[in-house]
């Protein structure tokens, strides 16, 4: 099956700062991947969705200037949290879609903001 | 506005069967799937459902019913290692996901 890898797995960090976390889809191409938030035993709450070579469209209350979205290539979408708070303490998740209707999701990144 | 509703949890014992229900309130429906998601991991595709009736994968059965925007999963022979949250959702126009609050399941010896 797909698979989809997230990078970094786990990342503290300090209020104030920037942190990247990186999305790869490892052995096909996908035009199109999503970003999802999840506070513990929640459900996902889709964040963005992630086009190839365009700007990404974000869901109502998600701030776009907070959460820096970037599909550069077929295979990668960054996620960026600038400026971070402890309320942006969450998991992240990517999924990565190939053209079916499956949706094929990363390990997610835990970020924790002090 | 979309909405789903599903029980927030379900106990069952090992070899029981049970049954996930999943209603869905939404505008743009393409489809009903199923995830699982074991603590801390990746939610990963169970089944997918365009069309009314039963699909049938396994151990694990899907099914829907568009006219009365209901779905479920029907998981058989139950194991220790199906004790997980499992989510029904939507699939919006460009494959889209609206995901319901999940069902932990706990599966008992």
């Known amino acids: 099956g797909a698979v989809v890898s997230q990078h970094p797995s786990r990342v503290i960090c300090k209020s104030g700062t920037s942190v990247k976390i990186e999305c790869r889809s490892l052995?096909?191409?996908?035009?199109?991947m999503f970003w999802y938030r999840q506070f513990p035993k929640k459900s996902l709450m889709l964040m963005a969705t992630?086009?190839?070579?365009?700007?990404?469209?974000?869901e109502q209350g998600v701030e776009k200037d907070k959460f820096l979205i970037n599909h550069a290539s077929l295979t990668l979408s960054t996620l960026t949290v600038t400026s971070a708070h402890p309320e942006d303490s969450s998991f992240y998740i990517c999924?990565?879609?190939?053209?079916?209707?499956?949706?094929?999701f990363g390990p997610g990144t835990r970020l924790t903001v002090t | 506005g979309q909405s789903l509703e599903q029980p927030s949890e379900v106990t069952a014992v090992e070899g029981a069967i049970v049954q996930i229900n999943c209603t869905y309130q939404t505008s743009g429906f393409y489809g009903l799937s199923w995830y699982q998601q074991h603590d801390g991991g990746a939610p990963t595709f169970l089944s997918y459902n365009a069309l009314d009736g039963l699909e049938e994968t396994g151990r694990f059965s899907s099914f829907l019913s568009r006219s009365d925007s209901y779905g479920y999963l029907l998981l058989q022979e139950l194991q220790m290692k199906d004790s997980a949250s499992y989510f029904c959702a939507v699939n919006n126009a460009g494959n889209m996901l609206t995901f319901g609050g999940g069902t932990r399941l706990m599966v008992k010896p």
């Open positions: 052995d096909f191409q996908a035009t199109t």
């Open positions: 999924s990565a879609q190939s053209g079916s209707y499956e949706q094929y």
């Open positions: 992630s086009n190839e070579g365009s700007k990404a469209t974000y």
